[in-house]
């Protein structure tokens, strides 16, 4: 009922509003949640360390990598995500999907020492 009279003196149409999102290059936004894919070196993926996600706002925020982890394994940061409009000071989550770089090649000495290292399986 804010829009334009339909005829003099009578009732005011609606007012429609038509919002597009544009895609994003880091995040992608599924309801209240935003996701997005993190590198992780292959030494950090086995042997532990962090990897860091800068977010809209530009606040960095540390995902801990405390196991072996798989490549496309994904970890949840609850709180992170976009704000919930009906509900004030509420976040969705933050969900990281970590892509395990491995090298391009390994001189045969390397190639030994993981041998040694690292269980066949």
Same mark, same amino acid.
């Given at each position: 009922?804010? $829009?334009?009279?339909? %005829?003099?003196?009578?009732? *005011? %149409?609606?007012?429609?509003?038509?919002?597009?999102? =544009?895609?994003?290059? /880091?995040f992608e936004r599924k309801g209240n949640d935003?996701?997005?894919?993190?590198?992780?070196?292959?030494?950090?993926?086995?042997?532990?360390?962090?990897?860091?996600?800068?977010?809209?706002?530009?606040?960095?925020?540390?995902?801990?990598?405390?196991?072996?982890?798989?490549?496309?394994?994904?970890?949840?940061?609850?709180? /992170?995500?976009?704000?919930? *409009?009906?509900?004030? $000071? /509420? =976040?969705?989550?933050?969900?990281?999907?970590?892509?395990?770089?491995?090298?391009?090649?390994?001189? /045969?000495?390397?190639?030994?020492?993981?041998?040694? *290292?690292?269980? %066949?399986?």
């Open positions: 009922g804010k $829009g334009d009279e339909l %005829a003099p003196g009578g009732p *005011s %149409a609606d007012l429609v509003f038509i919002i597009k999102q =544009q895609p994003h290059p /880091q935003l996701y997005t894919t993190v590198k992780v070196p292959l030494v950090a993926a086995l042997t532990g360390g962090t990897a860091s996600v800068r977010l809209l706002d530009g606040k960095d925020v540390t995902v801990p990598i405390s196991q072996p982890v798989n490549h496309g394994e994904t970890r949840v940061i609850k709180g /992170q995500g976009m704000p919930i *409009s009906k509900e004030p $000071g /509420q =976040q969705g989550d933050l969900v990281v999907k970590l892509e395990v770089v491995f090298p391009m090649k390994l001189s /045969q000495q390397q190639k030994e020492q993981l041998r040694r *290292s690292l269980p %066949a399986q």
